[in-house]
């Protein structure tokens, strides 16, 4: 399946197109996951060709399986390669208990360094927000969630500027989780 969505340039915010992420993209993805402010915030930090290869697989085997639907954020002002990443997961997990029915996904995303502070992250996740409560995504998806740490200010800023009302604070769960989340929640008729 290609997906591909796009978004005209707003206030700040260059044109963005997203769509699957490639194989070719692996060096585009690496360098984004060579910034420390990255590592830190991201729970699967990319060092080499190897893990980035893999994360890359299963982002392309995701959209077979319509599990994972993992888009490559490109920005018309910045080039041709990939400057950051937004992904809509649908299924349980245990780990974070943030989606609970066939009707729920998780939201994820980041923007690489040199493309931050842009509204880059808050206009690819609208583009994607619309999408995936659209006829046009294949889960009926009518809650979507979004968590980040609770030091995570950006990611904060961009979950209210998209309509994604504060939910709950998550507590700790160390190793993967040192300190408290936030769970931030958009429903379909928001």
Not at 49 to 57: C, D, F, K, P, V
Not at 90 to 112: F, H, L, R
Not at 128 to 141: E, I, K
């Amino acid at each position: 399946m290609t997906v591909l969505l796009s978004g005209k340039a707003s206030g700040r915010a260059p044109a963005v197109l997203l769509r699957p992420w490639r194989r070719t993209d692996l060096p585009a993805l690496l360098d984004a996951h060579r910034d420390e402010r990255m590592r830190r915030t991201l729970v699967n930090s990319l060092t080499d060709e190897q893990s980035g290869g893999q994360w890359l697989a299963a982002q392309i085997a995701g959209w077979s399986t319509s599990t994972r639907f993992g888009f490559a954020v490109l920005a018309e002002d910045i080039g041709a390669e990939p400057i950051g990443h937004l992904s809509i997961t649908s299924g349980a997990d245990p780990t974070t208990e943030a989606v609970s029915s066939a009707e729920s996904a998780e939201v994820g995303y980041w923007v690489a360094a040199k493309a931050r502070g842009r509204g880059i992250a808050s206009r690819a996740l609208d583009i994607a927000t619309d999408w995936a409560f659209s006829s046009r995504c294949d889960l009926p998806l009518t809650r979507l969630e979004l968590l980040h740490s609770v030091d995570n200010h950006a990611s904060c800023r961009v979950a209210g500027n998209c309509g994604y009302l504060l939910h709950s604070i998550l507590p700790p769960e160390p190793p993967m989780f040192p300190a408290e989340g936030h769970r931030h929640v958009r429903e379909q008729y928001n």
